[in-house]
């Protein structure tokens, strides 16, 4: 008897969970200015994948980030990083699991002036009291291609080499997931698919599990899987994205007038 083993799509492989939520819910103020920016939303972000969020503009993208990495609390329903239940954790707690285990990556890329690039890099690290690896930070710096930059501060860098510093600040720590809300929506394209490789590259070669939120197709297409958000719930889950499928998926919202 031969048996064959066939290629797991991404997105299809059951791996286990970095994160997860179970009936999420997230409601803002009340009575008539009562806001449900999420609505019992339930997945899985798995392992070693690099998934996107998209939707229209208000369809509850950072709402779900933000509650999934412990940012902001949640009114009902369960958020987990790897077993970890964040919902019921103290804010000491919180913060500790936050430092340790989530890696962050904003529009702005907050680094910090007066540092170099390999200051700011290892500062979570130093601020956590942790030892750095120094074989892994080679790997990582390497990986995001600033290894000629680390004595620069951010003013001596570009946009896109900027936000390289803080990818690798977040990939420095070997976080179980790494959160990105829109990290190149203030890039040029060319920059912007530059920190998208890197990124893609930290989630194939490093086994790193990246979530980002983005408005666009074409840094979806960088990702596994593509989950999209409308009114506070999930209506759809792509795996495979290219961004013609993407944009197809998204002129569905435009036609309802509710573009991102
Ligand atoms: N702090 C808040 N107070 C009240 N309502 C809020 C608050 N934050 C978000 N909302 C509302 O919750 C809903 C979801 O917002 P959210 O920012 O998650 O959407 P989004 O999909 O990320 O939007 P965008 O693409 O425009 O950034 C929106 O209706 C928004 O107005």
Do not use: I, K, S
């Given at each position: 008897m031969t048996t064959s083993i066939q290629p797991v799509p991404a997105g299809l492989s059951g791996g286990l969970a970095a994160a997860s939520a179970t009936d999420l819910s997230k409601v803002y103020g009340a009575?008539?200015?009562?806001?449900?920016?999420?609505?019992?939303v339930s997945l899985d972000f798995r392992q070693g994948e690099f998934t996107a969020i998209m939707g229209p503009s208000g369809s509850g993208k950072s709402t779900l980030m933000h509650c999934m990495a412990g940012l902001d609390s949640v009114s009902s329903g369960s958020a987990r990083i790897g077993d970890t239940?964040?919902?019921?954790?103290k804010e000491k707690k919180l913060t500790q699991l936050r430092r340790d285990k989530i890696g962050f990556i904003f529009q702005?890329?907050?680094?910090?002036?007066?540092?170099n690039a390999l200051e700011n890099i290892t500062l979570p690290l130093d601020i956590a009291g942790r030892k750095v690896d120094r074989a892994w930070l080679d790997q990582v710096v390497s990986t995001v291609g600033l290894s000629g930059r680390l004595g620069h501060r951010p003013s001596q860098l570009s946009g896109g080499q900027q936000q390289r510093v803080a990818v690798a600040r977040a990939l420095a720590s070997r976080p179980e997931i790494i959160f990105g809300?829109?990290?190149?929506?203030?890039?040029d394209s060319r920059a912007g698919s530059e920190v998208l490789g890197f990124l893609r590259n930290s989630v194939r070669e490093l086994g790193q599990t990246v979530v980002i939120v983005t408005h666009d197709p074409v840094a979806a297409s960088y990702s596994d899987r593509v989950v999209f958000l409308a009114d506070g719930r999930i209506v759809d889950d792509m795996a495979s994205p290219t961004a013609e499928k993407v944009l197809e998926r998204m002129k569905g919202f435009d036609a309802k007038g509710r573009t991102s």
């Open positions: 009575g008539e200015t009562r806001v449900a920016a999420l609505d019992r239940e964040l919902t019921t954790l702005a890329f907050n680094l910090l002036p007066t540092l809300d829109e990290p190149t929506g203030n890039l």
